[in-house]
């Protein structure tokens, strides 16, 4: 009771500094402390994200199906290699080194080159998500086999279990929290990407027509678009938070 | 009908001898308690037993037939219980006959006739960790059992308990024993404990650790409640001192 009612404190409080935020934006643009059109008003934001709703939804919708393709391969080929590694210590050797430094490359400079050899349509954008998302979930999951508990793993073995039933009653449900929280990563990573490769070449996606409404000086359009982008994130993010609770029921079991 | 007989082994860890020419028997029903100091090598023999590790001398026969390092033949508990943390209560103890190859349902149904006599009852649904540390030891026990009706393995199953716990756990466990039946062999560093579990203890000592003495605990079951308190326990607790 009293844990639930310090949860609505502290999310009250975070509220109040939104409001207030938003508050001391409006009074700044509409006393013309700030330049209108450098900076439009909160007012004016929401204005333009309703004059505009169908071409932003038109847009979200290749967005989000960009990310969601993105992010379903970058999971599975995640998923594949940590399993991968985690069973063959050489492949782990071979291939964590070379994992890490797909990671230093910075997304903005392989996008156009991707451009470049896959075209202006989804392909590009959907290998630059696969890239950028893999890597959490395979780190994520790769951490969560390996820290399994010797002495589980032993009771198992002694009970005559295969490599394959160790893994699925083990190693796999012991490794589901790492994993969701990698995900939640790579759901938020999935849709920046997207919106990346997008700004480098493409016909439609909110990445496209944010270009497009900077080049038409429409800031109160490109702030509609990307208020637009956090709250699709955070709505994903959401949504992996009630998969996660949905998935793991234990972990909300009263003592 | 299960005995089991452990013939002349030893294990050797990086060429040194952690154990050597173990002779040990369990017969049917019977509790055989293997007695020691921490690290003479008393694990090693359960892993040796249970197939675990292979040794490098001797062999392990169940029923006469070789059982020598191969898994799957004795049930294993160790000192945690290792429930899963993810699982029911019913779904940990019904793990074995899963990974036996039974279906779920089925080993769900089969595990759920010992609940009561486990003193488990109402537990099926719960997750281990809404449970108190007593009752998770009897669900690990239980899995144990489901496991393998024949011959269990118990590496200082209590003594991560407090003692009280670990006093009402002695009880339950000889109640539920004497309904049963199941041969078992049990590690402790506990000498009271021993005495008031056992039909016989084994005393493993010195380095490489050998089987030094065994003791035959001639009172009957079930025991009297204040067994603990007589001077034949006393006695035998003396001479198990001596020989330590």
Redesign the interface.
Known sequence: MTKKLQNITSKAWSLAAVIAILIIWQIASSTGLVLEFMLPAPTAVVKAFFEDFPALMTNARVTLLEAFAGLLLGVAIGFIMAVLMDRFRHLYQAFYPLIVLTQTIPTVAIAPLLVLWFGYEMMPKIILIVIVTFFPVTVSLLEGFRSADQDTIQLLRSMGASQVQIFRYVKFPGALNRFFSSLRIAVSYAVVGAVISEWLGGFEGLGVYMTRVKQAFAFDKMFAVIFLISAISLILMWLVDRIQKWCMPWEKAEK | MSELIVEDVSFAYEKENIIEDIQIELHDHELVSLLGASGGGKTTLFHVI???AKPGKGRVLLDGKDITGQ???V??M?Q?D?L?????IEDNVA??M???GMKKKEARKRAGEFFKEFGLEGTQK??P??LSGGMRQRAALLRTYM?SKNVALLDEPFSALDTLTKHDMHEWYLKVMDKIKMSTLFITHDIEEAILLSDRIYLLTGKPGRITEEIVIREPKPRRKDFNLTREFLEYKKRILAKL
């Open positions: 249970s197939g675990l898994p799957g033949h049930s294993y160790l945690k290792l899963l943390p993810y699982r029911t793990l074995p899963e990974i036996k719960k997750y960790r809404q496991f």
